[in-house]
């Protein structure tokens, strides 16, 4: 059920960042549901598919390279780096996303009482 009211921005935060699947909740909330499952799932998914294909090239080109770690160091690292970098812009992109919804949110209802 989304909110009949103002909704606390730093809940809203707190939501996305640290409780699991909450985030959902924040997101349907405001009534932005769709909005965040195209704007952070997508890109999610994506960086998943890009992963898996950088993991299956380091396989193909070099089976033991998985197996041992002193062969294909630099590879791992990458793809390492790959995926903080991006899973931490998602996260960004996610904090944004709710604080600013938010507010319009609540400005919905700054309006009407004023």
């Known amino acids: 059920m989304s ?5 606390s921005i ?3 935060i707190i939501f996305v960042l640290f ?5 959902i909740w924040a997101f349907y909330r405001i009534k932005k549901l769709r909005k ?4 952070l799932v997508v ?27 002193s062969e294909g160091l630099e590879e791992s ?5 790959i995926s903080t970098i991006g899973g931490i812009g998602i996260q960004i992109f996610a ?5 600013k919804w ?7 209802f700054s309006k009407t009482e004023g």
């Open 3 to 7: 909110a009949k009211g103002p909704v």
């Open 10 to 12: 730093l809940w809203q």
């Open 19 to 23: 409780v699991p699947i909450a985030d």
């Open 36 to 39: 965040a499952l195209l704007y």
């Open 43 to 69: 890109p999610e998914t994506v960086l998943v598919v890009i992963i898996i294909v950088l993991i299956s090239n380091m396989a193909i080109e070099d089976p033991e390279a998985l197996k041992e770690m």
């Open 77 to 81: 690292i990458a793809v390492t780096i």
């Open 95 to 99: 904090i944004y996303l709710i604080y």
């Open 102 to 108: 938010s507010e319009e949110w609540n400005k919905q």
